[in-house]
């Protein structure tokens, strides 16, 4: 069974940082890219971000470019999203996705950040 299971959501005041996991596991987490998507209050899905499988090619949304950072350690089945200087819009449920040719079709429950003062 293909699980992904993010972690590592919170409080953070605007200008923080915060690091999320995704755990991955039920697939070979090395033969598939993956994505970052979030959802902010009232909001539809945004994309984040996107890395290839063996990391070498990472990809942002232009707002979040020198931001987040994401990356993966296939040894570990993980994938990451480092994410600096936030802003209150970054208010959002982030959830990681495993990537097909066309679409996702694996998706995690979520993890909530919330940037606050």
């Known amino acids: 069974e293909v699980q992904l299971v993010e972690s590592g959501g919170g409080l953070v005041q605007p200008g923080g940082s915060l690091r999320l996991s995704c755990a991955a596991s039920g697939f070979s987490f090395a033969d598939y890219a993956m994505s970052w998507v979030r959802q902010a209050p009232g909001k539809g899905l945004e994309w984040v971000s996107a890395i290839s499988w063996n990391g070498d090619s990472t990809y942002y949304t232009e707002s979040m470019k020198g931001r987040f950072t994401i990356s993966r350690d296939n040894a570990k089945n993980t994938l990451y999203l480092q994410m600096n200087s936030l802003k209150s819009e970054d208010t959002a449920v982030y959830y990681c996705?495993?990537?097909?040719?066309?679409?996702?079709?694996?998706w995690g429950q979520g993890t909530q950040v919330t940037v606050s003062s």
């Open positions: 996705a495993r990537v097909t040719t066309t679409d996702y079709d694996y």
